[in-house]
């Protein structure tokens, strides 16, 4: 099994503009999914091969299905259904799995971007030692933030998960 991960120092960690509102869509994930907002003690830093892995598994395992075909509304995070998911329903999806391994919550960051085209995407930040990297259900490679070509807009709050923080910055 080949693992494929991008590793860079420069600009390892995507800097923050301060607090802002979560997405609208986002507004009841803490009370839908504690997990998914949990600050821990846990000091076990992400594994980018296990990250991989997990990434890779849920990739080529969940069927990718629009919130407005499934919920009849443009946007919903929720895990993926027996139908599928999108974009953050697999950075949810990620993010539990990896929690479910060991891994600190607060280090595992849903994060709203821009993708190459302009167009909103979701992913997962591992926030790692060696910086941030991107979890991503539009490639199999784990790429540090400021490699992917994205527009990063906002993202959960490291020291506050339930929160969220402002980014504005391309990676």
């Known amino acids: 099994m080949t693992i494929s991960v991008e590793v860079s120092q420069a600009g390892a960690f995507i800097p923050n503009q301060g607090r802002i509102a979560a997405p609208k869509a986002a507004a009841t994930l803490c009370?839908?999914?504690?997990?998914?907002?949990?600050?821990?003690n846990?000091?076990?830093?992400?594994?980018?091969?296990?990250?991989?892995?997990?990434?890779?598994?849920?990739?080529?395992?969940?069927?990718?299905?629009?919130d407005d075909a499934q919920?009849?509304?443009?946007?919903?995070?929720?895990?993926?259904?027996?139908?599928?998911?999108?974009?953050?329903?697999?950075?949810?999806?990620k993010k539990r799995e990896l929690i479910g391994m060991g891994y600190a919550p607060d280090r595992l960051l849903l994060t709203t971007v821009l993708d190459r085209a302009g167009r909103p995407h979701a992913v997962l930040v591992?926030?790692?030692?060696?910086?941030?990297?991107?979890?991503?259900?539009?490639?199999?490679?784990?790429?540090p933030w400021n490699k992917t070509g994205y527009t990063f807009l906002r993202m959960q709050d490291p020291s506050a998960p339930h929160r969220w923080v402002s980014l504005n910055v391309k990676g």
């Open 31 to 40: 009370a839908t999914y504690r997990w998914a907002c949990a600050k821990s």
């Open 42 to 66: 846990r000091a076990r830093s992400p594994e980018l091969g296990k990250i991989s892995a997990v990434n890779r598994k849920i990739n080529r395992s969940t069927r990718e299905i629009s």
């Open 71 to 93: 919920y009849r509304r443009e946007d919903h995070w929720a895990l993926p259904s027996r139908r599928g998911g999108d974009c953050e329903d697999f950075a949810l999806l």
């Open 126 to 143: 591992a926030r790692t030692e060696n910086g941030d990297f991107v979890v991503d259900n539009l490639r199999d490679t784990i790429k």
